[in-house]
């Protein structure tokens, strides 16, 4: 198994469709193979069927991150094409009765576990994609999926290409650190051009002492895709809906838990609900400091928003808890803190990163690894880390192909949007986040079946790997071993026992926040609103602790409604079992093996292969609770 060969520059387009029509040509074969009788055996089919699952898995992998990544507009609007390809075949192909009766005619008792898991999760697809209606049903929710495929491409290229900006004079730049003043030029007019990309946003909204110019910032980040994506999402919504009740679900929040740990549609509410409820103490005690110290400076306001909660933090935790952000980010040079992250992750995981150097990459910032575990090469990982023009502007781990066991070797990208300089801790938390991501889908690519490969897992546990890793960038001996300031000297401990400690101030309505964009989740999709502003201004009074910023529309720009749906509340779900999974480690010695290792091949490793509650069972040897987050969220 070697990895895949990418191709020079000038190449890289026809590269990437000849990479989607292999896939497509593959997938097409085996349903050729299929219904023509080749398969003897129940395996048999199983394989052919993986073999053509694989080919579209690698297609739409490639066209999904090189249409988000790749400097070449030709490239994107490629990987776009090869994104619509692959969703229109598969479309097809999950609505296709005679495929579906190859399946259902397949004897199961013949089948070891993992074979009959892949048949059972098939068969449930096929069903779930209307296969068994009649032939206008079929049509129509032929059509529905190819629009949605449309209206989700546009969706994200709205927000990918909406690259808001303003002017200012410099002197109104008060509060900002040297190096991101340093790195902002003063132009022919005498200002400085801000834009509302991560690397500006987010230092802006925390530091910048002019309210003003905070104001406008958070007016610029809070309308991108604005309006386009406001038509765009209501279609999304009702197309949705549409779907879900032709093949037999209430609601399309029924369709989409039904294949998730939460398992029904009206749970979602019920555990937003939870959470708001357990948060509410700690968050309206820390959000009454955060209002004091407002009123200090703006006397008679009653209450605060987004133009000033973020500042106000930081300057609580800077006043309150002898935290400096800037200080703190003298700590955090970006080069150290990559190199730690794989340091620290070798450590915990037994792995090995072995720069690859003899590849032609499709930026010079991108680095590529091969990864080692006792000697044998696990999968590629590519690290592509810092803002450019028109590529994601998030943070997330794309796949470039899924491992299986003898056939092909598992590789990531990750994407991310942070500066080239020193970093703030917060974005060290999310590359050690994202990160997590990456190993898991390089240790769950040894699996058998392309289906259970990488983070193929329920939807609303695969952050949970990722939030535990969370915890080993808070710790201060893990962050000494890479963490040093301009003269080499470590970050003291003390210093990170107060940033834990600043940390968790916020913690109550930090959660309640992530409730209301999980109740816009869930309402978006089950009241379908006439109007999203309205409706977010509603379900931000009810759950946010922060008031709603006049004249903005915040949903336009919300990507998750596109990725997850009616599901954002995954992430707190996750939260949950990751606080419950890291009650096995011992704080004291965060990387032993016994435990570190016994995670890694319990619960990551096996990918897909088996439910994620039956993973954390065995690594925990009991059934997960809510007992480790509720105590940590309370206090």
Same mark, same amino acid.
């Given at each position: 198994?070697?990895?895949?060969?990418?191709?020079?520059?000038? !190449?890289?387009?026809?590269?990437?469709?000849?990479? #989607?029509?292999?896939?497509?040509?593959?997938?097409?074969?085996?349903? &050729?193979?299929?219904?023509?009788?080749?398969?003897?055996?129940?395996?048999?089919?199983?394989?052919?069927?993986?073999?053509?699952?694989?080919?579209?898995?690698?297609?739409?992998? #490639?066209?999904?991150?090189?249409?988000?990544?790749?400097?070449?507009?030709?490239?994107?609007?490629?990987? !776009?094409?090869?994104?619509?390809?692959?969703?229109?075949?598969?479309?097809?192909?999950?609505?296709?009765?005679?495929?579906?009766?190859?399946?259902?005619?397949?004897?199961?008792?013949?089948?070891?576990?993992?074979?009959?898991?892949?048949?059972?999760?098939?068969?449930?697809?096929?069903?779930?994609?209307?296969?068994?209606?009649?032939?206008?049903?079929?049509?129509?929710?032929?059509?529905?999926?190819?629009?949605?495929?449309?209206?989700?491409?546009?969706?994200? +290229?709205?927000?990918?290409?909406?690259?808001?900006?303003?002017?200012?004079?410099?002197?109104?730049?008060?509060?900002?650190? +040297?190096?991101?003043?340093?790195?902002?030029?003063?132009? /022919?007019?005498?200002?400085?051009?801000?834009?509302?990309?991560?690397?500006?946003?987010?230092?802006?909204?925390?530091? #910048?002492?002019?309210?003003?110019?905070?104001?406008?910032?958070?007016?610029?980040?809070?309308?991108?895709?604005?309006?386009?994506? !406001?038509?765009?999402?209501?279609?999304?919504?009702?197309?949705?809906?549409?779907?879900?009740?032709?093949?037999?679900?209430?609601?399309?929040?029924?369709?989409?838990?039904?294949?998730?740990?939460?398992?029904?549609?009206?749970?979602?509410?019920?555990?937003?609900?939870?959470?708001?409820?357990?948060?509410?103490? @700690?968050?309206?005690?820390?959000?009454?400091?955060?209002?004091?110290?407002? $009123?200090?400076?703006?006397?008679?306001?009653?209450?605060?928003?987004?133009?000033?909660?973020?500042?106000?933090?930081?300057?609580?935790?800077?006043?309150?808890?002898?935290?400096?952000?800037?200080?703190?980010?003298?700590?955090?040079?970006?080069?150290?803190?990559?190199?730690?992250?794989?340091?620290?992750?070798?450590?915990?995981?037994?792995?090995?990163?072995?720069?690859?150097? /003899?590849?032609?990459?499709?930026?010079?910032?991108?680095?590529?690894?091969?990864?080692?575990?006792?000697?044998?090469?696990?999968?590629?990982?590519?690290?592509?880390?810092?803002?450019?023009?028109?590529?994601?502007?998030?943070?997330?781990?794309?796949?470039?192909?899924?491992?299986?066991?003898?056939?092909?070797?598992?590789?990531?990208?990750?994407? #991310?949007?942070?500066?080239?300089?020193?970093?703030?801790?917060?974005?060290?938390?999310?590359?050690?986040?994202?990160?997590?991501?990456?190993?898991?889908?390089?240790?769950?690519?040894?699996?058998?079946?392309?289906?259970?490969?990488?983070?193929?897992?329920?939807?609303?546990?695969?952050?949970?790997?990722? +939030?535990?890793?969370?915890?080993?960038?808070?710790?201060?001996?893990?962050? +000494?071993?890479?963490?040093?300031?301009?003269?080499?000297?470590?970050?003291?401990?003390?210093?990170?026992?107060?940033?834990? $400690?600043?940390?968790?101030?916020?913690?109550?309505?930090?959660?309640?926040?992530?409730?209301?964009?999980?109740?816009?989740?869930?309402?978006?999709?089950?009241?379908?609103?006439?109007?999203?502003?309205?409706?977010?201004?509603?379900?931000?009074?009810?759950?946010?602790?922060?008031?709603?910023?006049?004249?903005?529309?915040? @949903?336009?720009?919300?990507?998750?409604?596109?990725?997850?749906?009616?599901?954002?509340?995954?992430?707190?779900?996750?939260?949950?079992?990751?606080? &419950?999974?890291?009650?096995?480690?011992?704080?004291? &010695?965060?990387?032993?093996?016994?435990?570190?290792? $016994?995670?890694?091949?319990?619960?990551?490793?096996?990918?897909?292969?088996?439910?994620?509650?039956?993973?954390?069972?065995?690594?925990?040897?009991?059934?997960?609770?809510?007992?480790?987050?509720?105590?940590?969220?309370?206090?």
């Amino acid at each position: 198994m070697t990895p895949v060969v990418l191709p020079a520059a000038a !190449d890289f387009a026809d590269w990437l469709d000849q990479r #989607c029509e292999t896939g497509l040509r593959a997938a097409r074969a085996a349903v &050729d193979r299929l219904k023509g009788g080749e398969a003897t055996s129940a395996i048999e089919a199983l394989r052919i069927w993986d073999e053509g699952q694989t080919g579209m898995s690698n297609a739409i992998a #490639c066209g999904s991150v090189f249409s988000e990544v790749h400097p070449d507009e030709a490239v994107r609007a490629r990987g !776009d094409a090869a994104v619509q390809e692959v969703h229109k075949l598969d479309t097809e192909l999950q609505l296709d009765r005679e495929l579906y009766d190859v399946f259902a005619a397949l004897d199961a008792s013949t089948l070891d576990q993992s074979a009959a898991r892949l048949l059972e999760k098939t068969l449930r697809d096929f069903r779930r994609s209307g296969v068994d209606r009649d032939d206008a049903t079929r049509a129509r929710i032929k059509e529905i999926n190819e629009q949605l495929t449309t209206v989700g491409l546009q969706f994200r +290229q709205n927000l990918r290409d909406d690259k808001r900006s303003f002017r200012i004079s410099p002197d109104r730049l008060t509060g900002m650190p +040297q190096d991101w003043l340093d790195s902002h030029e003063v132009d /022919d007019d005498g200002l400085v051009t801000l834009t509302s990309e991560y690397p500006d946003a987010i230092p802006v909204r925390t530091f #910048c002492t002019d309210r003003e110019v905070r104001a406008q910032m958070v007016e610029a980040f809070l309308n991108i895709g604005w309006p386009s994506n !406001d038509a765009l999402l209501k279609e999304m919504f009702e197309l949705r809906e549409e779907l879900a009740k032709l093949v037999g679900y209430d609601t399309w929040a029924d369709y989409d838990a039904d294949v998730k740990m939460i398992g029904k549609g009206p749970a979602i509410p019920e555990f937003i609900d939870r959470i708001a409820e357990v948060a509410q103490s @700690s968050g309206e005690r820390d959000r009454a400091v955060l209002l004091a110290r407002l $009123r200090q400076d703006h006397p008679g306001e009653d209450s605060i928003g987004g133009v000033d909660y973020p500042f106000y933090e930081e300057l609580v935790r800077k006043e309150q808890y002898d935290v400096d952000a800037q200080v703190v980010r003298t700590y955090f040079d970006f080069q150290a803190v990559r190199a730690g992250l794989l340091d620290v992750t070798g450590r915990l995981f037994d792995l090995s990163y072995a720069p690859v150097t /003899d590849v032609e990459l499709w930026h010079p910032d991108v680095t590529a690894y091969d990864v080692e575990l006792a000697g044998e090469t696990l999968g590629r990982i590519f690290l592509d880390l810092h803002p450019r023009e028109n590529k994601y502007n998030h943070a997330a781990q794309f796949t470039l192909t899924d491992g299986i066991a003898g056939r092909q070797l598992p590789e990531g990208i990750l994407v #991310c949007n942070f500066p080239k300089g020193l970093m703030e801790h917060d974005d060290v938390v999310t590359l050690f986040h994202e990160f997590g991501h990456l190993v898991h889908h390089i240790l769950a690519g040894r699996v058998d079946w392309s289906r259970f490969s990488g983070v193929a897992t329920e939807w609303d546990f695969v952050e949970a790997p990722s +939030q535990l890793l969370e915890e080993w960038a808070w710790d201060a001996g893990v962050l +000494q071993t890479f963490a040093r300031n301009a003269e080499g000297e470590p970050i003291p401990a003390d210093l990170v026992a107060a940033m834990k $400690r600043a940390d968790d101030f916020g913690k109550g309505y930090h959660a309640r926040t992530q409730m209301f964009y999980a109740a816009m989740s869930y309402w978006f999709h089950t009241d379908r609103p006439s109007d999203l502003t309205a409706a977010t201004i509603s379900l931000q009074d009810k759950y946010s602790m922060f008031s709603y910023v006049p004249g903005t529309h915040m @949903s336009a720009g919300f990507g998750h409604l596109e990725g997850y749906s009616s599901g954002y509340y995954t992430y707190m779900w996750s939260l949950v079992i990751a606080k &419950d999974l890291f009650s096995a480690f011992d704080p004291e &010695d965060l990387f032993a093996p016994e435990v570190a290792h $016994r995670y890694r091949d319990l619960v990551l490793a096996p990918g897909g292969t088996r439910d994620a509650a039956d993973l954390v069972e065995d690594f925990l040897g009991r059934p997960y609770t809510f007992d480790a987050y509720a105590a940590w969220l309370a206090r």
